[in-house]
């Protein structure tokens, strides 16, 4: 059928003038979007702005969606609000320079590599552990920020990150983060703008000294600057100084704040499930030794862990929607999407599709055991997109998150004081409001009691501490 006979898809009610649906998409994306698919099913379209929009939902479309992408669909104008914030690299560079900085992307993650980045994971989650003394409270979605900052930095620059990174890196990075607007032009004369800017130039100046260092000493490391400073781009070339600070800035963009919200929202719905989290501890306790760190072979046993980060993704996104602009016109289940348009998945639906999951608003990771088997199809998820670029992260965070998760709970008892825990749509990704949990060391408790009743003269020994309390 030609691209006049076929119709565009159903618009969704409710449009503003001008605004189209773009100020519903800003206070409540999901209900906007669960509001669509109910009205008119896997295909409806939205305005944001001028912008003709089309949701879609489902593999089958969201298959379309990331296997067109760098074909009909256009990556890099859903991501332009990003360059001024942190430069052109990879999704925010043009689709040739993207293809051209693959290889060293590959390289970052391959498989050789993650075991050093387990063994930083292990660090830093247990320095975190020991930071948090006997008992106490705290509050989740706060310190994952922190937790995720000290493994990017332990994993990427080394032992020394906080030394060459400076005290004040981490604000910076906050700075440029909360000046991220998809709406305002970036370059209006605004405070949030003119501190991203200064930020931008002192962390160019930390990285420039950490880059010259590995320069002057290349056989001393083997780090994230080492191996952008020594892998050659397709075309053989290597990458300039700027585009290796604009490259770490990118990995940490798109890695610190994702895998933040989801490992809160991971212990927050463990806490809320009490059965799952009893299989859970089970789990640690037969696979993860204590006092010991967690390897890749250990990772690799901790199969209701892996289910629970896998059943995150899907309840609770981090990114729960990703955005294309229609190149050239595609056709998309029975309609023409003229160019101009902009694609939006949708993990609001996608996700809580009965005919695909089970019960799907219930928090369920038994749905990935190989008896039940659901949610196969890779492009049923959207949570680390699809095809081409996928996340390449994906691994690394879901091993931190394991990590995190095997090993807090091995070495505490915790419960959840927060009673109402919200998603909250950042700028870059979403989290949890306030994950406020009340926690108690497992082994030191126990010893403690012991302690106590010794003095209090008991007469009955004291249970010996188990891992898995
Ligand atoms: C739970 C944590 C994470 C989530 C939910 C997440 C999500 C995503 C999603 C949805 C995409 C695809 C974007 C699109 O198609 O528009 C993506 C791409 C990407 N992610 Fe992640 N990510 C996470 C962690 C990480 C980490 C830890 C890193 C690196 C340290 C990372 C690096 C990347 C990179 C480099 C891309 C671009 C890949 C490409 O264009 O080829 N991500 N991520």
């Known amino acids: 059928m030609s691209s006049t006979t076929v119709p565009t898809p159903p618009m969704l009610s409710g449009g503003l003038p001008v605004l189209g649906h773009a100020l519903e998409m800003l206070r409540d994306r999901d209900g906007l979007f669960k509001r669509g698919h109910a009205a008119h099913g896997d295909l409806f379209a939205i305005k944001l702005g001028p912008l003709n929009t089309l949701v879609v939902t489902g593999a089958e479309y969201n298959r379309i969606f990331y296997t067109e992408t760098d074909k009909a669909l256009n990556m890099q104008e859903g991501y332009a609000f990003l360059k001024e914030a942190i430069g052109e690299v990879l999704f925010t ?59 990017a930095g332990r994993s990427f620059i080394g032992k020394d990150y906080e030394q060459e990174l400076g005290p004040n890196f981490w604000e910076w990075y906050q700075a440029i983060s909360a000046s991220l607007d998809p709406v305002l032009p970036p370059t209006l004369p605004l405070p949030k703008f003119w501190r991203r800017d200064q930020s931008k130039k002192k962390i160019a100046e930390v990285l420039n000294k950490v880059i010259q260092k590995r320069r002057e000493n290349p056989g001393r490391y083997n780090d994230l600057i080492s191996t952008l400073l020594t892998t050659p781009l397709k075309d053989g070339s290597i990458l300039p100084d700027a585009s290796i600070v604009i490259m770490f800035m990118g990995l940490i963009f798109a890695g610190h704040e994702t895998t933040a919200g989801q490992a809160a929202w991971l212990i927050a719905l463990l806490l809320q499930h009490p059965d799952y989290l009893k299989l859970v501890k089970a789990e640690i306790s037969r696979e993860v030794e204590p006092n010991k760190p967690i390897d890749a072979s250990v990772l690799s046993r901790l199969e209701h862990i892996y289910w629970a980060v896998d059943e995150t993704t899907r309840f609770r996104p981090s990114a729960d929607t990703q955005i294309r602009t229609v190149e050239a016109p595609i056709t998309v289940g029975p309609y023409q999407i003229p160019a101009g348009w902009r694609v939006m998945v949708s993990g609001a639906t996608s996700h809580f599709m009965p005919d695909v999951f089970t019960n799907p608003e219930r928090f369920d990771p038994l749905r990935y055991s190989p008896e039940r088997s659901e949610g196969k199809n890779p492009f049923a998820i959207i949570g680390f997109g699809g095809g081409i670029h996928k996340c390449t992260g994906m691994n690394f965070a879901k091993n931190e998150m394991a990590v995190i998760s095997a090993l807090f709970f091995q070495q505490f008892e915790a419960e959840l004081v927060s009673s109402d825990i919200r998603v909250v749509a950042g700028a870059g990704a979403n989290h949890p409001s306030a994950v406020r949990v009340r926690y108690h060391r497992k082994t030191a408790i126990e010893s403690l009691k012991t302690a106590e009743s010794k003095a209090e003269g008991c007469p009955h020994p004291q249970p010996q501490t188990t891992s898995e309390g």
């Open 93 to 151: 560079a043009s689709k040739e320079d993207y293809y051209n900085q693959r290889p060293v992307l590959q390289e970052v993650f391959k498989r050789e590599r993650m075991v050093g980045y387990i063994e930083a994971m292990n660090l830093e989650v247990q320095r975190w552990l020991d930071s948090l003394g006997q008992y106490g409270e705290i509050d989740v979605t706060q310190e994952m920020l922190r937790l995720t900052q000290q493994v």
